[in-house]
């Protein structure tokens, strides 16, 4: 079983910064993704950023109001992703999830996995 955990939210000016981490726990036998969904007050859950693994390649894919903006990282020694986000804005708002996508083990189908969320304010 992972267990994602979130760190990193809280209340920022427009404008200012804030990192976001997620540390991953437990076993997966293969992952094909791990990223950052986010879902503002009253609306549906949204990609922000996501590290796509393909066998030796990866590569990262990002909403396009992030572009520009936010990086997405993976720290493997740690088992850590982190989201460096930049130049806030009040739309940035919302409960952030960490998410990754796998299989458990050797021939089982893949599973998402969700972090329990944290919190982003972005208010002047």
């Known amino acids: 079983q992972v267990q994602l955990v979130e760190s990193g939210g809280g209340l920022v000016q427009p404008g200012g910064s804030l990192r976001l981490s997620c540390a991953a726990s437990?076993?997966?036998?293969?992952?094909?993704?791990m990223g950052w969904y986010r879902q503002p007050p009253g609306k549906e859950r949204e990609l922000v950023a996501r590290?796509?693994?393909?066998?030796?390649?990866?590569?990262?894919n990002y909403a396009d109001s992030a572009k520009g903006r936010f990086t997405i990282s993976r720290d493997n020694a740690k088992n850590t992703v982190y989201l460096q986000m930049n130049s806030l804005k009040p739309e940035d708002t919302a409960v952030y999830y960490c998410?990754?996508?796998?299989?458990?083990?050797?021939?089982?189908?893949?599973?998402?996995?969700w972090g329990q969320g944290t919190q982003v304010t972005v208010s002047s």
């Open positions: 590290i796509t693994f393909a066998g030796s390649i990866r590569y990262a």
């Open positions: 998410h990754t996508n796998g299989a458990p083990g050797i021939g089982s189908r893949n599973v998402d996995y």
């Open positions: 437990g076993s997966i036998f293969s992952i094909n993704s």
